[in-house]
């Protein structure tokens, strides 16, 4: 008997976004209407609903294993930005494709970056074969962003990273957001950062554990 994944998405939406106090009812349709079985390998997709992190590229050569972010913080950290109808949106490593689907249904516009030119392609394929047509996928490194398509209203980083650089700050526009976990396992705190006058400021939102997006190391300072 197949797996009925649209009463998965009912399940997860009101056993672990609903129950971690996302209340905002544009991301919880999304969240119960994009099918997130769609962006996973064929063996994980009854897996798909369940409350980790599922693995969409391992380790190789030397480049560490990509991952779908659990649906509680991601749901959070949406939520946490805000973004209205209207709003241009660029994802951070979007890997297969997932968050920009549920990030097309938030806003106006959303540009996908992804590192991985495999990953980008299967997610510029899955967008597409399920009609997310405001979503642009663009291959190139996460910590860079997409200047040529900016500025955006909201940033949304999908994985844990040691800073955010200056160019995406850059890149956001007057009174833009953007939403990251920095620092990982237990030590991963949710952050918002706003821009106000030109200037950039941060608060602290909740604490994290999500999986790393590579590019985003800080470079250890020599020490004598």
Do not use: W
């Not at 369940?50 to 590229?57: G, H, K, N, R, T």
């Not at 030397?62 to 509680?72: H, I, N, V």
């Not at 920009?100 to 299967?122: I, Q, W, Y």
């Not at 200056?166 to 620092?183: I, N, P, S, T």
């Amino acid at each position: 008997m197949s797996a009925n994944y649209s009463d998965m998405r009912v399940k997860m939406v009101d056993g672990q976004i609903r129950t971690t106090d996302v209340t905002n009812s544009a991301i919880l349709l999304a969240m119960g209407t994009v099918p997130r079985e769609a962006f996973v390998d064929a063996s994980l997709r009854d897996l798909a609903y369940i409350d980790v992190d599922l693995e969409i590229a391992p380790a190789e050569g030397g480049r560490p294993a990509r991952f779908l972010m659990e649906p509680s913080p991601f749901a959070k950290l949406l939520q946490l930005a805000e973004i209205q109808p209207g709003d241009r949106v660029l994802d951070v490593g979007c890997g297969t494709g997932y968050s920009s689907a549920v990030l097309s249904s938030l806003g106006g516009s959303v540009v996908a970056l992804e590192s991985d030119s495999t990953l980008a392609g299967r997610a510029a394929q899955l967008v597409a074969d399920l009609g997310f047509d405001n979503v642009t996928v663009v291959t190139g490194s996460l910590a860079q962003g997409v200047a040529a398509n900016g500025p955006y209203d909201v940033i949304v980083v999908g994985g844990a990273v040691d800073e955010i650089p200056q160019a995406l700050f850059d890149q956001l526009k007057e009174r833009g957001r953007l939403v990251a976990v920095e620092g990982h396992g237990n030590a991963g705190v949710a952050r918002l950062y706003l821009k106000d006058n030109g200037l950039v400021t941060g608060r602290r939102a909740f604490n994290a554990a999500v999986k790393p997006l590579p590019g985003f190391e800080r470079i250890k300072a020599f020490e004598f």
